[in-house]
Structures are given as C-alpha cells and as structure tokens.
C-alpha cells in the first residue's frame, strides 16, 4: 500500500486528573431529585472516557478518532449544562510541538473550555494522521483522507478564533492564533492535493487536472508564507518547511504538465514545449528543495519524453514559435478544497450521557422564576399574616372572646382554656427554650463555613500575589481576581443573609423576652391557669343572654371562620407548582431562546392571580368586620373602658398565646432556614476548595517549569584562572600539598555529649491539645490534634508510648562510645571502670593507657 505523502500534525498530551469528585459535588449540589444515581453512573462513564481518549496513546486510526469524537460531544454538551466557572478541574495539557524548552511549553488550567480547546485540536490533529495514512490506490481511502484534511482545516480556523476567550490567558505556542493559522493553510493545501491526486487517477481532463494543480500550488505557498514567520520556525520538524516548498514547486511543475496535454491536443506546439521545458526545469527545483532526489522522478522522466516529441514534432513538422513562459496566460484555478465548518456532533451515533441535565440557559431561567414565584408567595403570606396579626391585636385590646364566655368572671374562659391547651400540644415554653438556645449555634457553624471559604480565597490570593510579584512577567497564569469575581460576589451576598438572620435573630429573642410569663404560665396547664387568674372583682357588665353577647358571639365565628380561610389560602400559595422546565424547554426548542419573563409572569398570573384576589378580599372583609365588632363590644361594655386585674391579665395571656404562635412558627422557619444555608454553604465551600485545589496543581506546575527553566540555563563560562596559578601547577608536583598531621586525640577525652533527652513517664491525655479547630461540614466543629495522638511532642519533651519502659537517665558519667581495646593487657590488670572523675583523663603518666594498636 502505497500512502499518501503528507504532514500529520501530533497531538497534545494531557496528565490524568480526578473528574468525578468535583463533578460529582458539582451536579449532585445542583440537582437535588432521585436521579441523582444516574448522574454519578454517567459521571463514571465520562470519566472512563477521558482515560481512554486523552490519557493514552492512540493509534492512528479511524476507531481512535470516533472515541476522541465521542469524548469532544460529552464535553460540548457537559458545557451547556453545568456553568464552567463552577467546575474546578485543573486539567494539565502539554504543547504539542514542545521539544524539551526551558519553560516545559504546557498549561495547567481549571477551565472546561479549556479542556474543550485542547481536544478539539488533538481531534484535528488525529484526522492528519490519519489522512496520512490512508492508501493513494484506493478511491475511498482518497476520498476519506480529503475529507479529513478538510475537517482538520476547519477545526483549527475555528480554534483560532475563540482559544483566547476560552483560556483567558496566553496560550502555549501550539495554540497560537499564528500557529492555528499557519496549520490551517497547510490542512486545506494538503486536502487539495488529494483531491487532484485522485483527479488524475480517475483520468479527469487534463485542463481541470490543470487547475486542481494551480490551486494547489497557490495554497501550499500560502501555507508556506505562515509557516516560515520567525516566531513559529522553531516549532516545526526540520524537514516540513523543505518538503512543503518541494510540494508546492512540484504542484505549479504538475500544474505545467497537465496544461502542455492541454496545449498538445489544440496543437499548440510552441506553448506546449515551453511549459514542459518549465516544468521540467520546476521538478528540479522541487527535488532541491525538499532534498529528496527521488520526488517526482517518473513525473520527470514522462514531461522529458513529451517534450522530446514536441520538439522533434516542431522541427520537422509545425517550426512554431516557442514563446518564454513568463508570456504565457495563466492556468486557471479549480477551488475544490474547503475548510469544512463545525459539526453539531462529531460521533454519528452521539448519545448524551447527562441527557437530564438541563442546560445553563433553562437553569437560569428557572432560577429567574424561582425568585419571582418566591416574591409573590412571600408578599401574599405576609399580607394575610399581617392582617391576622392586626386581627389578634384588636380582640385581644377587646379580651374577646374571654369576655363573653365567662360573664360571671369565675370560671377560666373557653378560648383561654384552648389556647393553654394548644400550647402545651406544642412542647410549651421548653419547646421554644430549645429552639431559642440551637439558633446561635446554628448560626456559628455558618459563619464559620463561610469564614473558612473567605479565608481560602483569601490564602489563594495572596499566594498568586507574591508569586506575580516575585516572577513578573513570567508569571503567566489568570490573575485570581478575575476568576473569583462570582465567589466573591456570592461570599458577599451570603455575608449580609447571615446578618439579615441575625437581625431577624434578635428581634424574636426581644418578642420572646416580652411574652415569656405569659407564655410559661399558658403551658403549666388550665389548671394552673385558673388558679393563676383572679376572680372578677365586680360583676360583668353583660349577662351569657344578652343580645349583644350573642352578637359578639357571631362575629367571633366569623373571625374563626376567616382565619381558617387564611390558613387554606396560605396552604394553597406555598403549594402552587408549576412546571416551567417543559415550558422553558419548549421556547428553547421552538424560538432557540428563552423571553423568561414573559413566560414566568403569564404562568405565575394563572396560577397565583385567583389566590391574589382571594387575599385581597379577606383583608376588604377584615375592616368590616372589625366595625362591627366594635360596635358590639361597646353595646356589651357599655361605653367602660376600665379593665380589672383579671382582664388585664387575660389580655396579656391572650396576647402571649397568639406571640407563641408565632414564634414558634418563625423559630421553626429560622431552623429550617440556617439548615438550607448550611448546606448552601457546604456546597459552596466544596466548589470553593475544588477552586484552590485546581489553582494549586497549576501553580505548582508552573513553579516547576519556571525553576526547572532556571536550572537549565547556562550560569557562564567558568573564568580563565591567572597565569600565577598555572604556572605554580606547572613548576611544582601534580599531587597536592601534604596536608599538616591531623592533631593527636587524647584517648581519655571524649566529645562533648548533648544531654540525653528529657522522656515523660506521663501517659498521653485523651483530651486533643489546644489549638485551631477546623470546621468539618459532616461532623461538625471537631477540634484536630495538632500532633497524632501517641506521638512524642516536637518540643517541650516526649510522651512516653503505652506499654513501653520508662526511659530512665544513665548514671553521670557513663560514656556510651567509648570502645575498649581488642586485647585487655594482663600487667598492669584490665581495668573495668573508668578512673574516677572520668571523663577527664589521669593526671600521672604511669596510669595512662598505652596507644591502641
């Protein structure tokens, strides 16, 4: 098999990374439903995916290029769904073009797009090669590889328009806009060259044979002019710039050749014999430049025979005229080669594995209407709460219902005895003791998740500072503000929540501080509560038959009845769902854009216009029905507005029932709340160490082409010594100078000896040592051991370990190194002791120990 002689461009090489954490946290944040196990299921699949596509060496072959097609998809759809500035992946790529250089020529960023940029190139890279591999015999191998070269082309002029705002920072030079440029040029001139080879084997005429060749010729020095700029000559293989200029002086000998078989059958001999004189003369130059003596020899030796024959046939027969090429028109170009643009999808048979991931732009218009659904809610509840508020205030100021329902002022009134009732059903006073004392330490675990994602930006932040600071301009990588403006803005919006719900904190400890005695002595029982209240000193003004007690009576019904009502409506507003992800997703599908508002506020006004209206007139009929409880009460009183101590106390009581209530609704919703940011704010932290974790791979791998950069660099040339030196090494010996005798060690005198260590016998405390306590989302604020439990202290002297003996100190003196001799000496007797005052030596010479030998 005969292949095609072409440039295969060669392929980046990424580094392994973990892609499942991160997108795990990522999606399983975002998309809180029971398909979360098939998000996890899919995210493993990507995962072995990218291994199989980008972490080895793939074979030049079509089955290589549909998984790196596939993997490509996954990314492009991935993207549109999960917002890339919250995927925090350090993906590492290197330059596909680096030969070893100082700064290591590869980037390391925590970008989608990034990754998307990167693939995109290896798949053009890969349809290169593999359109250099295929068979110049075979129609359909020709036919593929024009295609691929087509493709390739199209892949890296669409790469140069969008790698900058993809990256946010300088490239590496493979992905240079000059580079994208110059590979796109050569990609196209490479496609034309195939599809005029298989043009001559299919025996096309020869003057479009002639124009596929002048195309070809004018792209291969177009691809030659971007090719030969200074800054990208360093990149290329020394041999593709030769062959390139043989491949384009042999396209224009070709093109020459094709058009003289043109002139040969009008009879133009003149013409003819001069373009296969130049064609000639280009096949020569061709084998020149490329340095390849063997290129186009049978398309010589054929343009020699022919123009032989023209020659001999010009002699003999027509004597034309042979005019200098340079005279003659020029060969007309045939286009075929284009720069094939972007599929929707690579693979044929693409299947989305997060097919029920959204994309961004349905998640942002349903973030959109969350908000506006959560403002007409919240105004609504809180219209009809206040109403009901003011409501309770009127009929407490009133001590209705009490009033009527014990006109004798002995017995504990009906709705009083209810409300200690109810309170008691709820947990009493303890109850909202126990919810009052969990707020402040719910509130603290907030503020510390949150002080620790600041601190982490922070810490990251000053870390890129110093090293720009430190490294200049050589420092290359996306400044962090830039990349945490939308941590910042969120850390910030999560700030003033937190002080929001501290406000809101303090206000209910102030209504609970008010209402307390009232509320302690509802949930001691009705019981307890009748002994409490004291027993009307004069008679009640209205008798239990009086028409005025039974219009009261009426209207309290009402009251009753309107409040149930509220209670439905407040169900119903809180309840109201509608399914706008199919209504978002049929606008998207239908007009390929989203008008959010226009959808959210038709859906919202059908849904929540009727509960509006409802709302609207349960307040209308509040203010009637308020006046005519006033009217009735002042018939019942009989214009008296002196109230009693035991009124007075209902009141109070009356008033504490309806403050229960109501803290306690609000407490549970102030639990609820600091949970939900809780999690909001795991979440958050996760995103923001995913962040740091990614911003540390790529400084560390920039730290190390930087420094290793720095070592490989020359230092100099090692200075010339003087001439004294040489010549005091020539006139002396070669060998060094001897070197004064080392001085003689007294055999008594020992080194000095570090004192040994000070162990304590004291067994370890279970008790974790006083320090930072790092806050741990799962298990909550947990104090890490700044030691290993066990472990001897660095400093201030060692724990001793469980079962082992107490180190105890040896008597002074002892000497652990000192050596006795290989043979003790029988006259005077060995001794077995030091002398005393060791270490320092005897002082008479009789007592000194001979050398050792």
Not at 712 to 741: D, I, L, M, Y
Request: net charge negative; aromatic share 8%; with cysteine.
């Amino acid at each position: 098999m005969t292949r095609i002689e072409t440039i295969g461009i060669p392929l980046k090489k990424a580094s392994e990374v973990d892609i499942l954490k991160p997108l795990k946290n990522l999606i399983t944040s975002r998309y809180q439903s029971s398909e979360q196990e098939s998000y996890i299921i899919a995210i493993n699949e990507f995962s072995k995916l990218r291994n199989n596509t980008v972490c080895r060496i793939l074979d030049y072959h079509e089955s290589s290029l549909d998984s790196l097609n596939r993997y490509y998809d996954q990314l492009v759809a991935l993207e549109s769904k999960i917002p890339p500035t919250e995927l925090q992946i350090a993906f590492k790529w290197k330059d596909a073009f680096d030969k070893g250089s100082i700064f290591g020529g590869r980037i390391t960023l925590a970008s989608l797009s990034y990754e998307k940029v990167c693939v995109l190139f290896n798949i053009a890279a890969l349809q290169s090669q593999v359109a250099g591999s295929q068979s110049s015999d075979s129609d359909e191998a020709l036919k593929l590889a024009a295609k691929l070269f087509q493709s390739a082309s199209g892949i890296f002029n669409h790469l140069k328009t969008i790698v900058h705002a993809s990256l946010q920072q300088d490239p590496t030079p493979d992905l240079q806009p000059e580079t994208l440029t110059a590979l796109s040029s050569l990609m196209l001139a490479q496609a034309q060259e195939v599809i005029s080879l298989k043009a001559r084997s299919d025996n096309m005429k020869d003057a479009v044979v002639a124009k596929l060749l002048s195309q070809c010729e004018e792209l291969y020095g177009e691809a030659l002019k971007n090719m030969q700029k200074e800054m990208l000559k360093p990149l290329w293989d020394r041999d593709w710039i030769p062959k390139i200029q043989g491949k384009q002086a042999g396209s224009q000998a070709l093109a020459m050749y094709y058009q003289s078989r043109v002139c040969n059958a009008n009879k133009s001999v003149g013409e003819e014999i001069s373009r296969l004189k130049c064609a000639i003369e280009l096949f020569k130059v061709a084998q020149s430049k490329s340095g390849d003596s063997s290129m186009f020899s049978e398309e010589i030796s054929r343009a020699q025979r022919a123009c032989d024959e023209a020659v001999k046939d010009n002699d003999f027969i027509y004597h034309e005229r042979v005019p200098d090429v340079k005279s003659l028109p020029p060969i007309g170009k045939a286009a075929v080669a284009k720069q094939t643009p972007l599929p929707a999808h690579f693979s044929t048979n693409f299947t989305d594995l997060f097919e029920s991931l959204v994309p961004v732009a349905i998640q942002q218009a349903l973030a959109q209407y969350d908000v506006r659904k959560a403002e007409i809610v919240n105004d609504e509840v809180a219209k009809l709460r206040e109403s009901t508020h003011l409501l309770n205030s009127i009929l407490n100021s009133l001590n209705l219902p009490a009033a009527i329902e014990d006109t004798s002022g002995e017995k504990l009134p009906q709705s009083l005895r209810e409300k200690s009732n109810a309170v008691c059903e709820k947990g009493g006073i303890k109850f909202l003791e126990k919810l009052l004392s969990e707020l402040p330490e719910l509130l603290k675990r907030n503020k510390e998740l949150l002080d620790e994602s600041v601190r982490q930006l922070k810490e990251e932040k000053e870390s890129d500072d110093q090293l720009r600071l430190q490294f200049k301009e050589r420092w290359t990588r996306t400044p962090s503000d830039k990349l945490t403006t939308a941590f910042q803005a969120n850390a910030e919006k999560y700030r003033k929540v937190i002080e929001t719900a501290i406000q809101a904190d303090i206000t209910i400890r102030n209504k609970y501080d008010t209402h307390k005695e009232g509320m302690s002595h509802l949930s001691d029982g009705p019981t307890a509560l009748a002994a409490y209240l004291p027993s009307a000193s004069t008679s009640a003004s209205g008798s239990s038959s009086s028409p005025a007690v039974a219009k009261l009576r009426k209207l309290m019904e009402d009251v009753e009845a309107i409040k149930a009502e509220r209670d439905v409506i407040e169900s119903e507003l809180k309840g109201g769902e509608i399914d706008m992800k199919e209504v978002f997703l049929t606008a998207l599908a239908q007009d390929g854009a989203i008008n959010e508002p226009a959808l959210s506020v038709s859906s919202l006004g059908r849904v929540f216009g009727p509960l509006q209206k409802q709302v609207q007139e349960s307040i209308s009929r509040q203010e009637s029905l308020v006046a005519e409880i006033q009217t009735a009460y002042n018939e019942f009183s009989g214009g008296s507005s002196s109230d009693s101590d035991r009124e007075t106390k209902l009141k109070k009581l009356a008033g504490a029932h309806d403050n229960y209530m109501e803290l306690l609704e609000n407490l549970q919703e102030g639990t609820k709340f600091y949970n939900d940011l809780t999690q909001l704010l795991v979440n958050f932290q996760s995103k923001i160490s995913d962040f740091c974790f990614a911003r540390k791979t790529e400084k560390e791998e920039l730290m190390k082409d930087l420094t290793s950069g720095l070592a490989n660099q020359s230092v100099g040339t090692t200075p010339t010594p003087p001439s004294h030196h040489q010549e005091a090494f020539q006139s002396g010996s070669k060998s060094a100078p001897p070197r004064p005798p080392p001085p003689t060690p007294n055999p008594y005198q020992g080194a000095p000896q570090a004192p040994p260590p000070s162990y304590s016998s004291t067994p370890p405390s279970s008790a974790p040592p006083t320090g930072a306590t790092p806050y741990n989302p799962q298990q909550g604020a947990l104090p890490y051991p700044m030691n290993p439990q066990g472990m001897p202290a660095p400093q201030g002297g060692y724990q001793q370990y469980p079962g082992y003996p107490v180190y105890t100190p040896m008597p002074q003196g002892y000497n652990p190194y000192y050596t006795q001799p290989a043979q003790p000496y029988s006259n005077p007797p060995y001794p077995q002791q030091p002398y005393p005052g060791y270490p320092y030596p005897p002082q008479t010479p009789q007592q000194q120990w001979p050398p050792r030998s």
